[in-house]
């Protein structure tokens, strides 16, 4: 064990209060813990001693010990020592900072293990994501056994304490100051054994079956939204408590509008005469209906018309964005000999009057250029 400070260990002061002894721990815990840095025989090191110096300084008799006398406090088997007593209260403060963080399925004592959390994907279209849904699905899940009521002893009859572990589901060995917590062996980590196990389950306490659930989609969900319904996974082993059901909404791409956040975009092709001439088109909108849009003479392709509050809802009631148009000149295709001429006429009348602004001003920038190239 080093011989630094403790305090400094931690990276606290010496005023620290516990919340804030144990919040500085949990972080170093984290960052330094050998499964998140294996092989790191540093790393292991580090992790140890930010475990003693948290398991001294969280009990007020030995920080006050530390506090008078140092590190002297804790040699020769004084104060409790850093040895001793330390490997059963670290398993336990370190499972009471973590929980399931670094156990997974963690159990409750004397009772079963927690059943493991489902994932359902659903897909929806953006008009379901604009108006809500309700939806019903069917999962295959397990569910409590009605045999022995998830219990998995046969009626009649009651499971008991595991005689190896006490009832904890863990069993500690030690190895110098460090303990090395495993699930019990013989009750498999439930804390419980069963003599005469439920036939219709096994003495598992639950069954394979499929579920109906009904899911209710709120508006303005976003591709990626994640629903959870507490308690609706899998059934806890042996009556443990069940998981969570997380459903996971990916929305289909859309023919006609383009979402970005709140907002939709909808490209609207406009005849090549309507746009030069100008005019009202009907645009139609996610809720069903439509909305007219008036185009001014002259409309370019990639102009913008903002529709306030046509697009999406936001979550929770929070507002609606706002749809834009954008307008998309067609230049006609397929035409006669007649309609041709009539455009080469048409052509030749314009002259240099200015009626094509966007590309008069790029060639006399192009000439310019090709000038200054050449001089």
């Known amino acids: ?53 948290y398991d001294i300084l969280s009990n007020e008799e030995k ?27 670290f398993a336990d403060v370190f499972d009471d900072l973590f929980g399931e963080f670094m156990g997974g399925g963690r159990q409750r004592r004397g009772g079963g293990n927690r059943g493991a959390d489902l994932r359902y994907n659903m897909e929806i279209s ?4 604009f108006s809500g849904k309700a939806a019903t699905i069917t999962i ?11 219990s998995g002893a046969e009626a009649g009859s009651q499971p008991s304490t595991c005689a190896t572990c006490q009832g904890h589901g863990k069993v500690r060995a030690q190895s110098g100051f460090f303990t090395i917590e495993r699930a019990c062996p013989n009750c498999g980590g439930v804390g419980r054994v069963i003599s005469h196990p439920c036939k219709k389950c096994s003495g598992a306490g639950r069954v394979e079956k499929n579920k109906t659930l009904s899911v209710n989609v709120p508006k303005g969900v976003e591709d990626g939204t994640r629903i959870r319904l507490t308690g609706e996974g899998e059934a806890g082993l042996r009556g443990g408590p069940p998981g969570d059901l997380y459903i996971f909404l990916s929305l289909l791409p859309h023919e006609v509008f383009q979402r970005d956040g709140g907002n939709i975009y909808c490209r609207v092709p406009i005849a090549m005469t309507t746009a030069a001439l100008g005019g009202n088109i009907d645009v139609p909108t996610l809720d069903g209906g439509r909305v007219a849009v008036s185009l001014p003479e002259g409309t370019q392709t990639g102009r913008q018309f903002r529709l306030r509050g046509k697009g999406m809802p936001e979550m929770r009631g929070r507002g ?26 048409f052509e030749a009348s314009l002259g240099e ?4 602004p966007e590309s008069e001003g790029f060639f006399q920038k192009a000439k310019e250029l090709w000038n200054d190239i050449t001089e």
Do not use: W
């Open 353 to 356: 009057g200015g009626t094509s």
């Open 63 to 89: 920080r006050d010990a530390y506090d008078r006398f140092g590190h002297a406090a804790f040699q020769n088997g004084g104060g409790g020592g850093f040895e001793g007593g330390f490997g059963t209260s």
């Open 126 to 129: 953006l008009e379901e994501a």
């Open 140 to 150: 295959p899940t397990t569910s409590a056994c009605d045999g022995c009521e998830g």
């Open 320 to 345: 609606q964005g706002d749809m834009y148009v954008q307008a998309m000149v067609e230049t006609p295709v397929n035409l006669s000999k007649e309609q041709t001429e009539l455009l080469r006429q």
């Open 1 to 53: 064990m080093t011989e630094q400070d403790l305090y400094e260990l931690l990276g606290v002061d010496r005023q620290a209060s516990q919340p804030e002894l144990k919040k500085a721990y949990r972080k170093l815990a984290m960052q330094y813990h050998p499964d998140r840095n294996p092989g790191d025989a540093e790393a292991e090191t580090k992790f140890k001693e930010i475990s003693v110096a």
